[in-house]
């Protein structure tokens, strides 16, 4: 993707990457905006900006974990807050995305 509507995209669907993400694994901010921003090409600040947003909303929650290496790790979790909206997202994506994918198959 590229220009100005290829981030919009990413953008939007940025939040539903997160939450499920999250949904599989607790993780931790570092790890997150890597798998995201090798998947998407994503920048770091905006996902960190985002993931300051998804926690002050309480759809994903913090915890500190003990590291082999060096001091504890903030780690991230959705909470069941989070699930309910990682649930409806994936409706509206599918929906989107069935939507889009017949306008576009249609076009010759």
Same mark, same amino acid.
């Given at each position: 993707m590229t220009g100005r509507?290829?981030?919009? %995209?990413?953008? =939007?669907?940025? /939040?539903l990457r997160v939450l499920a993400l999250?949904?599989?694994?607790d993780s931790y901010g570092f790890d997150?905006?890597?798998?995201?921003a090798e998947a998407?090409?994503?920048g770091e600040g905006t996902i960190y900006s985002l993931m300051r947003r998804l %926690?002050?909303? =309480?759809?994903? /929650?913090?915890y500190l974990k003990e590291s082999d290496r060096g001091p504890p790790r903030k780690y991230i979790r959705i909470t069941s807050k989070g699930h309910g909206r990682l649930v409806a997202?994936?409706?509206?994506w599918v929906f989107f995305a069935d939507a889009a994918n017949r306008i576009v198959g249609a076009l010759k």
């Open positions: 509507i290829g981030a919009q %995209l990413k953008k =939007g669907v940025l /939040e999250l949904s599989h694994d997150i905006a890597g798998k995201l998407i090409d994503m %926690l002050g909303d =309480g759809l994903v /929650e913090t997202q994936k409706s509206d």
